[in-house]
C-alpha cells in the first residue's frame, strides 16, 4: 500500500506547475519514486510494473503513448540489475548512479519527443534531471522514516 500511496503523491506533485520562473524545468518525481522502490523494494518492484506506471503517466500527461513506460521500465532494469551493488555503494556513489540513471530516462523519453516532431520540451527537460540529487535525499529521507523495512 505504502507503494501505491508514493505513486498518487509523485503523480500529483508531477501535475502540479512549477513557477513560471523556472522555465521548462520539470523534476522527475515520478522517476525518482520509481527509483526509490527498484532500490530499496526490488521484490515488489519490476521492470513490468515500472512499464505500467510509465503508461499511466503518459495517459496522464497526454504524452506520446508509451515513451514514459518505455523510459521507466530501462529505469527499472539498470536499477534491479544493479542493485546488490547498489545496496552496498557510498551514498554519493547512490546518487550519482541514480542521477545518471534518470538523465539517460530524460534523454530517451526527450528524443522520442523530437522523433515525433513535437517541439514541447526543449533540452531544460533533459538538464533538469540534475536536480534528482536533492529530490533523492528527500525522499530517501521521508520514505526511509515513513515505511521502515520490515524484517520476518
Avoid at 503508461?55 to 506520446?64: E, K, R
Wanted: positive net charge; hydrophobic residues 60%.
Amino acid at each position: 500500500m505504502s507503494i501505491i500511496a508514493s505513486f498518487i503523491i509523485a503523480f500529483i506533485l508531477v501535475a502540479i506547475p512549477l513557477p513560471s520562473a523556472l522555465g521548462d524545468i520539470s523534476i522527475p518525481w515520478v522517476a525518482v519514486v520509481l527509483a526509490y522502490w527498484c532500490a530499496n523494494s526490488p521484490e515488489q518492484m519490476s521492470v513490468i510494473s515500472a512499464w505500467l506506471v510509465g503508461f499511466v503517466l503518459d495517459i496522464s500527461m497526454g504524452a506520446v503513448l508509451g515513451q514514459h513506460a518505455l523510459g521507466f521500465a530501462l529505469v527499472a532494469y539498470l536499477i534491479l540489475v544493479y542493485q546488490h551493488r547498489f545496496k552496498f555503494a557510498p551514498p554519493v556513489q547512490q546518487v550519482l548512479f541514480i542521477t545518471l540513471v534518470i538523465l539517460l530516462y530524460r534523454a530517451l523519453v526527450w528524443q522520442i519527443y523530437y522523433s515525433f516532431g513535437s517541439v514541447s520540451y526543449s533540452t531544460t527537460y533533459i538538464w533538469s534531471a540534475f536536480f534528482v540529487p536533492i529530490v533523492w535525499v528527500v525522499i530517501s529521507i521521508t520514505f526511509y522514516n515513513r515505511f521502515p523495512k520490515r524484517s520476518l
